[in-house]
């Protein structure tokens, strides 16, 4: 039978032990919410890594498909430039017969070609070098 003193004496020891127990406790957990942050920490820095990298890669692709419609829109002026030049060559109803033949032939149903909004394939302005009159 276990009297008040026995009890009294015991209570440090076990004090001690609880405290040791929740040091170890405390001390494992630690380890584990540092470690579980270094690894979240890694985790996302791949993860923006990877996306940065994507980013500049498809960065890189619209810059290089920029250059190429640039180049590609100026070799098409070049052509605009050069049919509006022949006018002046050609009988006003033969160049109305042609334009119509051509356009009719060539051109997607309007409303349908990417670059019908584009300054390309606009009539011209009467200030402009294409117009009929200069």
Not at 46 to 56: K, M, S, W, Y
Request: proline share 7%; with cysteine.
């Amino acid at each position: 039978e276990a009297t008040p003193a026995s009890t009294d004496s015991n209570l440090p020891k076990e004090h001690i032990q609880n405290r040791k127990r929740f040091a170890d406790f405390s001390g494992s957990l630690e380890t584990r919410i540092t470690g579980s942050m270094n690894i979240i920490r890694t985790v996302s820095e791949r993860a923006f890594h990877d996306e940065l990298a994507t980013a500049h890669s498809e960065n890189v692709m619209l810059s290089t498909e920029i250059e190429r419609l640039t180049a590609e829109v100026t070799v098409l002026r070049g052509y605009q430039c050069a049919f509006f030049a022949l006018r002046s060559f050609v009988a006003p109803e033969l160049w109305e017969q042609f334009c119509s033949e051509f356009f009719q032939s060539s051109a997607p149903p309007l409303g349908t070609h990417p670059v019908e909004s584009t300054s390309v394939l606009q009539t011209s302005q009467p200030d402009s070098p294409q117009h009929p009159d200069r």
